[in-house]
T-cell receptor, first 112, second 118 residues
Framework: QKEVEQDPGPLSVPEGAIVSLNCTYS??????FMWYRQYSRKGPELLMY????GNKEDGRFTAQVDKSSKYISLFIRDSQPSDSATYLC????????????FGTGTQLKVEL | GAVVSQHPSWVICKSGTSVKIECRSL??????MFWYRQFPKQSLMLMAT?????????EQGVEKDKFLINHASLTLSTLTVTSAHPEDSSFYIC??????????????FGEGSRLTVL
C-alpha cells in the first residue's frame, strides 16, 4: 500500500464548476500538507500549505485536512481552463520542506 | 515566490555518457536542495538531499555513485547522471527551501530537466 493515495484521473469538468480533489494517506505522523499544481513538462508550483487539521482558503482555492480520517482535499471554485493541470498532494511529518511524500497527481481538464 | 532555475530543461544523450544538471536558487540562499525524479504518470520520488558543503544524503535504492550530487555554494547544486542508460530517462526536478522563511515547509521547485538516453 502506498503511503499516499491519489486518483490519477483524468478529471474533466466544465468551466465554472467546483472541483474537488482528494488524497488519503496511511502515515499518522504526517502533519504538514501541501497541494502543488504542475503544468505539462514543468516543475510543481505550490498552491496551498496547511498544518494539521482544518481549512485554509486562498482565493478560489480551499484546502481541507481531516487527520482523523487521514484525508485531505483541495476545492477549486469557479474553475477556469487555465486551471487545467496535474494537481499533486504532498505531505510531511516534519516542517521545513523535509522529506515530502507525494501523491501520483490528479490530471484536471477544465473545458469551455 | 522564490525562483529556482534548472538547466538544461531538456537533454538527449547516448548511452554510456554522463549528463550534468544544474539547479540554482536565483533570489535566495539554500543550504539544502532536494533532487526528485518523476516518471510519466507517477509521483515525484525523492532521490537525495543535497547539503551545501557536505555530502548528499541518498534515499534507499538510489545509487550514489551513479547520481553524483555536488552542492558547492548556497545557490547551486548539480546532479550528474554518470554512465547514463535508457532506464535513466526521466524528468529530474530539483527543489529548494528558502532559508529566509524558516518553518513554513515551503519548497520551491525548478522547471525540471527531461533526460532522454538513447
Amino acid at each position: 500500500q502506498k503511503e499516499v493515495e491519489q486518483d490519477p484521473g483524468p478529471l474533466s469538468v466544465p468551466e465554472g464548476a467546483i472541483v474537488s480533489l482528494n488524497c488519503t494517506y496511511s502515515n499518522s505522523a504526517f502533519q504538514y500538507f501541501m497541494w502543488y499544481r504542475q503544468y505539462s513538462r514543468k516543475g510543481p508550483e505550490l498552491l496551498m500549505y496547511t498544518y494539521s487539521s482544518g481549512n485554509k482558503e486562498d482565493g478560489r482555492f480551499t484546502a481541507q485536512v481531516d487527520k482523523s480520517s487521514k484525508y485531505i482535499s483541495l476545492f477549486i471554485r469557479d474553475s477556469q481552463p487555465s486551471d487545467s493541470a496535474t494537481y499533486l498532494c504532498a505531505m510531511s511529518a516534519t516542517g521545513g520542506g523535509n522529506k515530502l511524500t507525494f501523491g501520483t497527481g490528479t490530471q484536471l481538464k477544465v473545458e469551455l | 515566490g522564490a525562483v529556482v532555475s534548472q538547466h538544461p530543461s531538456w537533454v538527449i544523450c547516448k548511452s554510456g555518457t554522463s549528463v550534468k544538471i544544474e539547479c540554482r536558487s536565483l533570489d535566495f540562499q539554500a543550504t539544502t536542495m532536494f533532487w526528485y525524479r518523476q516518471f510519466p504518470k507517477q509521483s515525484l520520488m525523492l532521490m537525495a538531499t543535497s547539503n551545501e558543503g557536505s555530502k548528499a544524503t541518498y534515499e534507499q535504492g538510489v545509487e550514489k555513485d551513479k547520481f553524483l550530487i555536488n552542492h558547492a555554494s548556497l545557490t547551486l547544486s548539480t546532479l550528474t547522471v554518470t554512465s547514463a542508460h535508457p532506464e535513466d530517462s526521466s524528468f529530474y526536478i530539483c527543489s529548494a527551501r528558502d532559508e529566509g522563511r524558516p518553518g513554513t515547509g515551503e519548497l520551491f521547485f525548478g522547471e525540471g530537466s527531461r533526460l532522454t538516453v538513447l
